[in-house]
C-alpha cells in the first residue's frame, strides 16, 4: 500500500532549527516530484517546497528562502526538510506529498497523495 509518514516535528525557540522527515512506502521517490505544505489554525494550506524527480528543479516560497533546505535520499526513500532560523510564524502542522504529473511548483491540487503530518510549534 503507497503511503508517506512525516516525522521531525517539535517545539523550539525562535531561531532554532529543526529536520523533517518523509519516508515513502509501496512506491519509490525517485519517480515523482515530492513536495511540502504547511497549515496553521484557520489559514490555508500553503506550499513550502518541492523537490524534482526528473530534472532535480527546487522550489521554495519566498518567506522560507534562505532558511528552509530540501534534499532527498533514495536510499532510504525519504524527503528532508531542514529549517533553519526558525519563526514563530513557520508555526503548523507539514505535511509531505506526492504529486501526481511532472509538476514543481507545490500546488495542492496537483499532489494526489499525502502524509498525516508533523507538528511544528515555533515559540519561546
Known amino acids: 500500500q503507497e503511503q508517506l509518514v512525516e516525522s521531525g516535528g517539535g517545539l523550539v525557540q525562535p531561531g532554532g532549527s529543526l529536520r523533517l522527515s518523509c519516508t515513502a512506502s509501496?512506491?519509490?521517490?525517485?519517480?515523482?516530484?515530492i513536495g511540502w505544505f504547511r497549515q496553521a489554525p484557520g489559514k490555508e494550506r500553503e506550499g513550502v517546497s518541492s523537490?524534482?524527480?526528473?530534472?532535480?528543479?527546487?522550489y521554495y516560497e519566498d518567506s522560507v528562502k534562505g532558511r528552509f533546505t530540501i534534499s532527498k535520499d533514495n536510499a532510504n526513500n525519504t524527503v528532508y526538510l531542514q529549517m533553519n532560523n526558525l519563526k514563530p510564524g513557520d508555526s503548523a502542522r507539514y505535511y509531505c506529498?506526492?504529486?501526481?504529473?511532472?509538476?514543481?511548483?507545490?500546488?495542492?491540487?496537483?499532489?494526489?497523495?499525502w502524509g498525516q503530518g508533523t507538528q511544528v510549534v515555533v515559540s519561546s
Open positions: 506529498a506526492r504529486a501526481s504529473g511532472l509538476v514543481v511548483v507545490p500546488v495542492a491540487m496537483w499532489y494526489d497523495l
Open positions: 523537490i524534482s524527480a526528473t530534472d532535480g528543479k527546487i
Open positions: 509501496g512506491f519509490f521517490l525517485d519517480r515523482y516530484t
